[in-house]
């Protein structure tokens, strides 16, 4: 270990176990923002455009896509939280990490608990807390530290609708010469191809009846291309430039600007209930990103059942998935599915 990693560890230590918080969202929850997500991701599931649907339901109006959640508390493009937030910096522990010599920063892994629904008119804030560090490792993104946070979301009422266990990597770019790295065969057609399945009818694959561990759940194709990662940044309301700028990305050693985290996350959802059929949720979503996802690519989400149970008339379906593109797994996790 040398200088300044042992310089690193030692301020990002310092900060290890301190609750930061709250950070409050700008807006309450609105049907403005959730239309622009599903039509950013094609989700056509009714609880969240459908408020008869949804009421029917029990809610008392649309519910927001559970992979939203983050995004309502997401800072401003100039970085800053609302009035009665939190003064300190919520992920601080990144920042000292910048300061010695890691500038780049990615969510690289999600251990979520969707506990309760977040319905329009909701209004969310949230606490995060650092709780470990690695020393330094090297990635195909570049050599840094992985910092694991839990993250707590909480409504007006402050009843507790989210929880995460969520791994970020601090790093320093990789050197990759001139010619920028690996070199993928892409499709140039599809780099600037807007998303189109929204428009489309979605077509609720069949689940059958039967949940026995190894049935397929099927499969999703996201073609990706710089306006839906584009999109489905600004739907998600993340504004890192790495995220819509490739100048940017490669500034970090990145060919070009890739998906993040919450579109990842955005993108499981859609499939899984596509699969589980209109008015199912998800509950819990644990995943880890493999490799980026770049214009061109073309991910294919598969999955299969693990197991299912019966609770009070409910059927839980534990599922396991992957999402991958021709570099290899964009994304490798776990899901349970409530099915109604």
Same mark, same amino acid.
């Given at each position: 270990?040398?200088?300044?990693?042992?310089?690193?560890?030692?301020?990002?230590?310092?900060?290890?176990?301190?609750? *930061?918080?709250?950070?409050?969202?700008?807006?309450?929850? &609105?049907?403005?923002?959730?239309?622009?997500?599903?039509?950013?991701?094609?989700?056509?599931?009714?609880?969240?455009?459908?408020?008869?649907?949804?009421?029917?339901? %029990?809610?008392?109006?649309?519910?927001?896509?559970?992979?939203?959640?983050?995004?309502?508390?997401?800072? &401003?493009?100039?970085?800053? *939280?609302?009035? %009665?937030?939190?003064?300190?910096?919520?992920?601080?522990?990144?920042?000292?990490?910048?300061?010695?010599?890691?500038?780049?920063?990615?969510?690289?892994? *999600?251990?979520?608990?969707?506990?309760?629904?977040?319905?329009?008119?909701?209004?969310?804030?949230?606490?995060?807390?650092?709780?470990?560090?690695?020393?330094?490792?090297?990635?195909?993104?570049?050599?840094?530290?992985?910092?694991?946070?839990?993250?707590?979301?909480?409504?007006?009422?402050?009843?507790?609708?989210?929880?995460?266990?969520?791994? *970020?990597?601090?790093?320093?770019?990789?050197?990759?010469? &001139?010619?920028?790295?690996?070199?993928?065969?892409?499709?140039?057609?599809?780099?600037?191809?807007?998303?189109?399945?929204?428009? !489309?009818?979605?077509?609720?694959?069949?689940?059958?009846?039967?949940?026995?561990?190894?049935?397929?759940?099927?499969?999703?194709?996201?073609?990706?291309?710089?306006?839906?990662?584009? !999109?489905? !940044?600004? !739907?998600?309301?993340?504004?890192?430039?790495?995220?819509?700028?490739?100048?940017?990305?490669?500034?970090?050693?990145?060919?070009?600007?890739?998906?993040?985290?919450?579109?990842?996350?955005?993108?499981?959802?859609?499939?899984?209930?596509?699969?589980? %059929?209109?008015?199912?949720?998800?509950?819990?979503?644990?995943?880890?990103? #493999?490799?980026?996802?770049?214009?061109?690519?073309?991910?294919?989400? &598969? %999955?299969?059942?693990?197991?299912?149970?019966?609770?009070?008339?409910?059927?839980?379906?534990?599922?396991?998935?992957?999402?991958?593109?021709?570099? #290899?797994?964009?994304?490798?996790?776990?899901?349970?599915?409530?099915?109604?």
């Amino acid at each position: 270990m040398n200088k300044q990693d042992t310089s690193a560890m030692a301020a990002v230590q310092a900060v290890i176990g301190r609750r *930061y918080g709250p950070y409050l969202s700008w807006h309450p929850v &609105s049907a403005a923002m959730i239309w622009q997500w599903v039509v950013a991701f094609g989700d056509r599931n009714p609880f969240f455009s459908d408020a008869e649907f949804a009421r029917s339901a %029990g809610h008392r109006d649309i519910v927001s896509p559970p992979a939203m959640v983050q995004g309502w508390c997401l800072p &401003s493009i100039s970085r800053q *939280y609302p009035p %009665g937030s939190a003064k300190e910096r919520p992920y601080e522990v990144l920042d000292i990490l910048t300061r010695h010599g890691f500038p780049g920063n990615v969510a690289v892994s *999600y251990d979520q608990q969707f506990l309760q629904p977040v319905e329009l008119g909701d209004d969310l804030h949230y606490f995060v807390e650092p709780i470990n560090v690695t020393d330094e490792k090297t990635t195909r993104l570049g050599t840094g530290h992985f910092i694991t946070c839990l993250e707590e979301y909480r409504n007006q009422d402050h009843v507790v609708v989210y929880e995460s266990r969520t791994t *970020y990597f601090g790093f320093k770019g990789l050197d990759l010469g &001139s010619d920028g790295g690996e070199q993928v065969e892409r499709d140039p057609g599809a780099i600037l191809r807007p998303p189109d399945d929204y428009e !489309a009818e979605v077509e609720w694959r069949d689940r059958g009846s039967s949940f026995e561990p190894g049935a397929s759940i099927g499969e999703l194709h996201i073609p990706v291309t710089s306006s839906r990662i584009a !999109a489905c !940044a600004l !739907a998600s309301r993340d504004w890192m430039p790495m995220h819509h700028s490739r100048e940017s990305a490669m500034g970090q050693g990145q060919p070009d600007i890739f998906m993040n985290i919450l579109t990842t996350g955005g993108f499981v959802g859609r499939f899984l209930t596509d699969w589980a %059929g209109p008015g199912s949720t998800v509950s819990s979503v644990k995943f880890a990103l #493999g490799v980026p996802n770049y214009p061109g690519d073309h991910m294919i989400l &598969s %999955g299969r059942v693990e197991d299912s149970r019966e609770e009070n008339g409910v059927t839980h379906v534990k599922v396991g998935y992957q999402g991958q593109n021709k570099l #290899g797994p964009h994304v490798t996790g776990s899901a349970e599915v409530v099915l109604r």
